[in-house]
C-alpha cells in the first residue's frame, strides 16, 4: 500500500454530508454548530483515509461468545 | 507529612506516630489553601473523610488489622461513582442526576483497604480531552506553572497528586487520560492491561479503550493502589477473570533478564528535543541500545480517533438529540462530528486494530518493555490553540495524544515515568509492555526510581 496520503474530501462535501446525514440520523444539528461539526467530521474523514484501503487481511473483530 | 508517598502515610498510621485524622486534616486543610489556584476539585468530602478516619484510628486502637492504606487520603476523577455525590464525568447535564448509591468497584477496593477519600476531581467533559479545560467547571492549573495545563482528562488527578494535595488519585486513561496529566505534572501514571482493573460504577467513554488507574508520587504506590483494585469483578464485562498479580513484591527483582528497546519511527518524531532527550536519558540509565519500529502506529491512532468519536457519540446520543447545546463548546462538535462516522469506517478502524494488534504482539515476542516518549513537548499554555512540534504548527489539543493513543488502542499497559531535571517542566517516559505483563514495568519503573533517573517532582 502506497504512503501517499490520498485526498480527504472536500470542506464544501463535509458539510452537505452534515445537513444531508444528521436528519436521516434524528439528529438536528444546531446552527451555530454546523461549522465546527464539519470541521471535526473533516478530521475524522482524513484519518479515515489513512486506513479506509489498508489491508488488513482477514482481520476479525467479532468477539468470542463465551456463556 | 505532605511530603510522604502513601506508603509512608499508612506505616506513620499503623505505627502511632500520627493519627489518621490529622493526616485528614491536613489533606483538607492543604486542599482549601491551595485548590482555589488549581481548581482540581470538584467536591470535597470533608466531614465523610474525617468520619472515616477516626474509623481508622479506633480501628488502630483495638488492635484490629488495618489495609495497607489505613488513613491515607486520595481522591478520583469525577467519573467514578463515589456513594452520596452525583457523578459529573465533567459535564453539566450529568450534574442533574441523582447521586450515587454506592462506590465504583475500585473506589470501594480501595476504601476497604483504608484508604480515606477526600473528593473528586476535574476532568474534561465526559473525558474527551488532553487538557481538562472544562468550560463548566474552570480550567485545572498545572501546579508547576498555573498558566499551563495540566494535562487531560484526568488532570484535576494529575494536578492534586502533582502539588502534593493527596499521595495518589485515580484517574481513567481512553487514549492517554492518565499518562498526559501523569507527565505533565511530574508524576508516575499507570494505565493497566484492558480489562485488568473493574470499570463497574465509571461513566464510560469509548468502551474499546476505557481503563482506570492511579496516578501517584511513586513506583511503590502505584504498585501497592494497583495491587488493591486487581481482580474480577462481574459488574464489568470488560474487567478480565483473572485473579490479582500482586506487582508491590516485584518492585526490587531489578530489571536483569527484561528485554528492553526503544520504540522509533512514529514515536521518534513529530515532538521537541527534549522528549526524546528524556527516552534517551531513560535508555542511556537502563543500558538499553535496541531500537524497534512499530509498524503503521500513526494509522493506528487515526483508527483510535474514529473509534473513539463513534463510541463516545454513541453513549451521548440521547443528550446530543435533546440538548446539544448544554455540552461544554469543546467537546459538542466533536461529539455530533463523532455521531456522524459512517459505520463501515468504524468497521474498518476495528478490523485494522486487530491487525496492529497481530503486529505488536509480534514485537513482544522478543521485547518486554517498549521506550516512548508520553507527550511531544512539555504542558502548554491553558487556552493555547496551536503549538510547534518539530518545526510544524499543529493543533494542540490532540496532539498531546500523539504518542498515547497507539499503545492504548490495543490495550497494552504502560506507566509514565516522570523523568528528573527533564528541565524547566516535567516531562514523562511511557514504559510498553505486552498485555498482562504489569509486573515488568513496575520492575523497570522501580529501578529508574532506586537510580534516580525518575522522580515525582511536588510542586508547592
Known amino acids: 500500500m502506497s504512503d501517499a496520503p490520498e485526498p480527504a474530501p472536500k470542506p464544501e462535501t463535509i458539510a452537505r454530508y452534515v445537513d444531508e446525514v444528521a436528519p436521516l440520523l434524528g439528529l438536528t444539528i444546531p446552527a451555530e454548530c454546523r461549522e465546527g461539526v464539519a470541521r471535526n467530521l473533516a478530521i475524522l474523514f482524513a484519518a479515515g483515509v489513512l486506513i479506509r484501503d489498508f489491508p488488513v487481511g482477514g482481520a476479525e473483530t467479532a468477539p468470542v461468545f463465551e456463556p | 507529612m505532605s511530603r510522604l508517598d502513601a506508603i509512608g502515610m499508612a506505616e506513620e498510621v499503623r505505627g502511632r506516630r500520627v493519627t489518621a485524622r490529622d493526616l485528614v486534616a491536613a489533606t483538607l486543610e492543604r486542599i482549601r489553601a491551595r485548590d482555589g489556584e488549581l481548581n482540581c476539585f470538584t467536591a470535597v468530602v470533608a466531614e465523610g473523610a474525617l468520619r472515616e478516619a477516626e474509623a481508622v484510628d479506633a480501628d488502630i486502637g483495638a488492635g484490629k488489622v488495618v489495609g495497607p492504606l489505613a488513613g491515607v487520603p486520595f481522591a478520583v476523577k469525577n467519573l467514578f461513582d463515589v456513594a452520596g455525590l452525583t457523578t459529573l464525568a465533567g459535564s453539566r447535564i450529568n450534574a442533574e442526576r441523582p447521586r450515587a448509591a454506592k462506590d465504583a468497584t475500585v473506589v470501594a477496593r480501595l476504601r476497604g483497604a483504608g484508604a480515606v477519600l477526600v473528593g473528586a476531581l476535574n476532568m474534561d467533559e465526559y473525558a474527551f480531552g488532553f487538557t481538562t479545560e472544562n468550560t463548566h467547571y474552570g480550567p485545572t492549573h498545572n501546579p508547576h506553572d498555573p498558566a499551563r495545563v495540566a494535562g487531560g482528562s484526568s488532570g484535576g488527578s494529575g494536578a492534586a497528586v502533582g502539588a502534593g494535595l493527596v499521595p495518589f488519585a485515580l484517574g481513567s486513561d481512553t487514549n492517554g487520560s492518565i499518562r498526559v496529566p501523569a507527565a505533565l505534572c511530574g508524576i508516575f501514571g499507570l494505565k493497566p492491561t484492558y480489562g485488568r482493573l473493574s470499570r463497574a460504577g465509571t461513566a464510560l467513554f469509548g468502551i474499546s479503550f476505557d481503563h482506570v488507574g492511579p496516578l501517584a508520587t511513586s513506583a511503590r504506590d502505584l504498585a501497592v493502589t494497583y495491587d488493591v483494585m486487581q481482580g474480577p469483578d462481574a459488574a464489568d464485562p470488560v474487567c478480565a477473570g483473572r485473579n490479582g498479580e500482586p506487582c508491590l513484591p516485584r518492585l526490587a527483582d ?3 533478564g527484561l528485554r528492553l528497546a526503544v520504540a522509533d519511527g512514529h514515536f521518534a518524531a513529530g515532538g521537541e528535543p527534549e522528549v526524546f532527550a528524556a527516552v534517551e536519558r531513560v535508555a542511556k540509565a537502563l543500558g538499553v541500545t535496541r531500537r524497534v519500529t512499530v509498524p503503521e502506529a500513526h494509522r493506528a491512532r487515526a483508527a483510535a480517533m474514529i473509534i473513539t468519536a463513534s463510541e463516545g457519540a454513541s453513549l451521548h446520543r440521547d443528550d446530543l438529540k435533546r440538548r446539544p447545546m448544554d455540552f ?26 486487530a491487525w496492529y494488534r497481530e503486529r505488536v504482539r509480534e514485537i513482544f515476542q522478543s521485547v518486554d518493555v517498549l521506550l516512548t516518549p508520553t507527550t511531544p513537548c512539555p504542558a502548554p499554555k491553558i487556552g ?52 498482562w505483563n504489569e509486573a515488568a514495568l513496575f520492575r523497570v519503573a522501580a529501578a529508574l526510581e532506586r537510580e534516580g533517573v525518575v522522580a515525582a517532582r511536588i510542586a508547592g
Do not use: C, H, K, W
Not at chain 2, 342 to 349: T, W
Not at chain 2, 385 to 395: C, D, N, S
Not at chain 2, 412 to 428: F, H, M, R, T
Open chain 2, 254 to 256: 531489578g530489571t536483569g
Open chain 2, 328 to 353: 461544554d463548546p469543546l467537546t459538542r462538535d466533536r461529539f455530533l462530528a463523532g455521531a456522524l462516522v459512517p459505520g463501515a469506517l468504524y468497521v474498518q478502524a476495528q478490523r485494522f486494530r
Open chain 2, 384 to 435: 493555547q490553540e496551536t503549538m510547534t512540534l518539530a518545526g510544524v504548527t499543529v493543533p494542540t489539543r490532540p496532539n498531546l495524544g500523539l504518542y498515547t493513543q497507539p499503545l492504548s488502542f490495543i490495550g497494552l499497559p504502560v506507566i509514565s515515568v516522570p523523568v528528573a531535571d527533564a528541565g524547566p517542566l516535567p516531562l514523562g517516559v511511557q514504559l510498553v509492555a505486552a498485555p
